[in-house]
């Protein structure tokens, strides 16, 4: 959930991407139509005579008929998502525990709660307001027949909703979501290259000592900041702000989040606007930031390596995915440098450099993964395949990583046969990287 704040405007930021925006919305929304059937009055003339068969024709047939609809719906709704519960804990068990957050609180899922929730509502209210007269007016019934359509609605929903949990725990799709997600994330750096306003800068800023600093007003993991409105609050002073963290970062009060260069400190109102652009949330978010996605992946890979669950397979799947997310980035280069339309500098960022997501991703699987054959040839391959996109200090990184999974092999070539598999496979296939052709044999 996001983090506590008492600004209005970050409040409401925060509630938009919770899980109970799209619940309460549809909520409201089951709430008028209630309110519009209980509430007017509607002269049966108005009405069409041909709905008169509609009617019902005696008061506790109505009440019955709603009493039993809402019994159903609660123990639909709890029979759903406790079944659901249980399938995602053991995903999370198997595969990571932020899976089972990132899951329940995908939208069609919060679609689903929120029928549910306002088809109960409905019918409560339809039971607890009282009728007016001995039977249902023609206008009531409607609205009661409206409720039995609402709940077979919902019984369509919960042949969807169980369907698409249960595909969704599944390891292939759980890892391509990722997959799609970050690379999503990618497309919007690269979309970015695109202007003049976005510009990289392969030098550090240089910030000046007499620069004001911009204190975070609460605690939480930051992942979104409306760069463009950062720069035109940057130009309204004249100024450049120097964000001093990154996306996904958990920053603490009072933490010194931007660094601000201008002819005169910034006013309250100002620093105010400026921390408003930011939004906060509880977790990581592979869909706004591609580190999330790569990491995610990671801690899929290592935790299929432990030995409750010693699942290799899920662990090269992910060593694939995660070399084609990196193949990506290593075809772009993310800007940290925002402008004005008149070329002057307005914000600067710190992106990661790609010898530094690599070491974050690969490492941890080597690390867990390093007494494993298949493992080590995963990463080889994964490694020859990134030093075709590689400049020459990304095919440095990759070369120093390549010698330590070769190190590891060495270790694991027990016999002739061994080393035989890895030798015919060493330098198979097109790549930059410079290998050994034979695994040294070791001495006797």
């Not at 609605?153 to 698409?164: D, E, K, S, T």
């Not at 992946?297 to 390596?305: G, P, T, V």
């Not at 694991?412 to 296939?429: H, K, M, T, V, Y």
């Amino acid at each position: 959930m996001p983090s506590k704040s008492t600004n209005p405007l970050q409040i409401l930021k925060n509630f938009r991407y919770s899980i109970a925006f799209l619940p309460s919305l549809l909520g409201l929304i089951y709430f008028a139509l209630a309110l519009g059937i209980v509430v007017p009055y509607v002269d049966p003339a108005a009405l069409p005579d041909f709905l008169d068969w509609l009617k019902f024709k005696e008061q506790g047939t109505a009440s019955a008929l709603l009493s039993t609809l809402i019994a159903g719906m609660i123990s639909l709704m709890v029979f759903s998502f406790s079944m659901v519960m249980t399938v995602l804990s053991q995903a999370g068990n198997n595969f990571s525990h932020k899976l089972v957050f990132g899951l329940v609180s995908e939208r069609p899922y919060q679609r689903v709660l929120g029928h549910y929730l306002g088809t109960i509502l409905f019918i409560l209210i339809l039971l607890t307001v009282p009728l007016k007269g001995e039977v249902p007016s023609l206008w009531r019934s409607l609205g009661i027949y409206l409720g039995v359509i609402m709940v077979m609605h919902c019984l369509g929903l919960f042949v969807f909703f169980i369907h698409n949990v249960s595909q969704s725990v599944q390891i292939n799709a759980i890892t391509a979501g990722l997959y799609d997600e970050t690379r999503s994330a990618l497309a919007r750096l690269e979309s970015r290259e695109d202007s003049e306003r976005w510009r990289y800068s392969g030098t550090s800023p240089i910030i000046d000592d007499a620069s004001h600093a911009v204190l975070s007003n609460y605690s939480g993991y930051i992942q979104q900041l409306d760069l463009e409105a950062v720069a035109k609050l940057a130009e309204r002073i004249d100024g450049v702000v120097h964000i001093n963290f990154s996306f996904g970062d958990y920053t603490v009060k009072d933490f010194p989040l931007f660094k601000v260069e201008s002819p005169e400190p910034p006013g309250d109102k100002w620093r105010a606007s400026l921390l408003g652009e930011l939004v906060y949330v509880q977790g990581e978010s592979p869909g706004d930031i591609y580190r999330d996605g790569l990491t995610q992946l990671m801690e899929i890979a290592i935790k299929a390596l432990s030995p409750g669950i010693n699942d290799p397979g899920t662990a090269r799947l992910c060593i694939h995915q995660l070399t084609g997310l990196l193949t990506r980035r290593l075809n772009l280069t993310p800007c940290n440098m925002l402008t004005d339309e008149k070329g002057h500098t307005r914000v600067t960022w710190h992106e990661e450099r790609f010898d530094s997501l690599l070491y974050r991703v690969f490492s941890p699987i080597f690390t867990y993964g390093k007494e494993d054959l298949s493992i080590n040839m995963a990463l080889l391959q994964a490694l020859k395949t990134l030093s075709l996109y590689a400049g020459t200090v990304e095919l440095d990184a990759l070369q120093a990583h390549a010698q330590r999974v070769i190190g590891a092999l060495e270790g694991l070539a027990r016999d002739s046969l061994d080393r035989q598999f890895i030798n015919e496979r060493l330098n198979n296939g097109e790549h930059r990287l410079d290998l050994p052709t034979l695994l040294p044999v070791p001495q006797p």
